[in-house]
């Protein structure tokens, strides 16, 4: 069965750095790109990296230069390096496959938030 499972995150203060991690249980997500998206209170999730199985990578430029995703297609691993977090970082991360997520198997996410 697919299972995504992210993990990583937690309260850093701004300026601070997070590494997060997302464990996908199937070989799709070897092959296909995969996104990180993210979802703040009161707001749509967004996206908010992609990296195809080739390690091209797409940003918006909310996160760009901050975040880099990356993937380890061996151990199907999806990474999200954020350095220089802002509060408006804060929300909670999921990871999917991109552009079309599996609606049925989304993770239970990760908790980021940036505060003093």
């Known amino acids: 069965q697919v299972q995504l499972v992210e993990s990583g995150g937690g309260l850093v203060q701004p300026g601070g750095s997070l590494r997060l991690s997302c464990a996908a249980s199937?070989?799709?997500?070897?092959?296909?790109?995969m996104g990180w998206y993210r979802q703040a209170p009161g707001k749509q999730r967004e996206l908010v990296a992609t990296?195809?199985?080739?390690?091209?990578?797409t940003y918006p430029d909310s996160v760009k230069g901050r975040f880099t995703i990356s993937r380890d297609n061996a151990k199907n691993m999806v990474y999200l390096q954020m350095n220089n977090l802002k509060p408006e970082d804060t929300a909670i991360y999921y990871c999917?496959?991109?552009?079309?997520?599996?609606?049925?198997?989304w993770g239970q996410g990760t908790q980021v938030t940036v505060s003093s």
């Open positions: 999917n496959v991109w552009p079309a997520p599996l609606n049925n198997y």
């Open positions: 199937g070989s799709i997500f070897s092959i296909y790109p």
């Open positions: 990296v195809t199985r080739g390690g091209s990578t």
